[in-house]
T-cell receptor
Framework: AQSVTQPDIHITVSEGASLELRCNYSYGATPYLFWYVQSPGQGLQLLLK??????LVQGIKGFEAEFKRSQSSFNLRKPSVHWSDAAEYFCAVGAPTGTASKLTFGTGTRLQVTL | DAGITQSPRHKVTETGTPVTLRCHQT?????MYWYRQDPGHGLRLIHY???????DKGEVSDGYSVSRSKTEDFLLTLESATSSQTSVYFCAISGLPGQGAHEQYFGPGTRLTVT
C-alpha cells in the first residue's frame, strides 16, 4: 500500500527567505506525485505534479519540487517566500495504474510566514 | 476554476439523522471522489466513481454510501450520522475526455457537524 510522510507539522519562515517542505513516499514503483496548497477555509489547489521525465518540476506561484527516487522524496521548494504563501501544504501520491486516481495524502505542513 | 460546487457548505445535524451531501461538476469529468479531512489525518478517500452508476470504496467507507445517477452529480450519504463523522468533506474530480485521470481538482468543501 502507498503512503506519504510529511515530517514537519508546522514551519515558520521569514518573508523573503527560502523554503523547503519535505515529503517522503512509500510505493513499489515510480508513483505519480503531487503537491497541493490549502488556504484557510478553502479547498485544495494543485501546485505541481510529477508523472515522469525531468525530476525537477515547476509549478504555479513560483514553487518547484524535485523527485529523488533514491531517497523516495518529493520536496517542495521556493527561493523567496511571500506572506501570501502562508497556508497548509499537502503532498500526495497516486498509483499510475488502473483508471481512477486514488490519491494518498500526507498529514500536511502548516506554513507560517513572519514579516 | 474546475467548475465544481458542493452543497450545502455548512451543516449541523443530530446523531442518528440521515445526511446527504452533493457534489456538482459542469465540465464532464469522468471520475469523482469524496474525501474527508480531519486534523492529523490529512485527506482520506471515502468513495469514488469512475462513471455513471459505477462506484467503489475508498480507505474510510464504513458508514457512508454514494450514488451517481448522472455524470455531473455525485452524492454522499450518511445513513445515520455519528459524532465521529463530524469533519470537512471535499469532493474532487478528474479525467476530462481525452485527458488522464490523475490530476484531481477539489471543491470548496462542506463542513459537517454532528451533535
Amino acid at each position: 500500500a502507498q503512503s506519504v510522510t510529511q515530517p514537519d507539522i508546522h514551519i515558520t519562515v521569514s518573508e523573503g527567505a527560502s523554503l523547503e517542505l519535505r515529503c517522503n513516499y512509500s510505493y513499489g514503483a515510480t508513483p505519480y506525485l503531487f503537491w497541493y496548497v490549502q488556504s484557510p477555509g478553502q479547498g485544495l489547489q494543485l501546485l505541481l505534479k510529477y508523472f515522469s521525465g525531468d525530476t525537477l518540476v515547476q509549478g504555479i506561484k513560483g514553487f518547484e519540487a524535485e523527485f529523488k527516487r533514491s531517497q523516495s522524496s518529493f520536496n517542495l521548494r521556493k527561493p523567496s517566500v511571500h506572506w501570501s504563501d502562508a497556508a497548509e501544504y499537502f503532498c500526495a501520491v497516486g498509483a499510475p495504474t488502473g483508471t481512477a486516481s486514488k490519491l494518498t495524502f500526507g498529514t500536511g505542513t502548516r506554513l507560517q510566514v513572519t514579516l | 476554476d474546475a467548475g465544481i460546487t458542493q452543497s450545502p457548505r455548512h451543516k449541523v445535524t443530530e446523531t442518528g439523522t440521515p445526511v446527504t451531501l452533493r457534489c456538482h461538476q459542469t465540465e464532464n469529468h469522468r471520475y469523482m471522489y469524496w474525501y474527508r479531512q480531519d486534523p492529523g489525518h490529512g485527506l482520506r478517500l471515502i468513495h469514488y466513481s469512475y462513471g455513471v452508476k459505477d462506484t467503489d470504496k475508498g480507505e474510510v467507507s464504513d458508514g457512508y454510501s454514494v450514488s451517481r445517477s448522472k455524470t455531473e452529480d455525485f452524492l454522499l450519504t450518511l445513513e445515520s450520522a455519528t459524532s465521529s463523522q463530524t469533519s470537512v468533506y471535499f469532493c474532487a474530480i478528474s479525467g476530462l475526455p481525452g485527458q488522464g485521470a490523475h490530476e484531481q481538482y477539489f471543491g470548496p468543501g462542506t463542513r459537517l457537524t454532528v451533535t
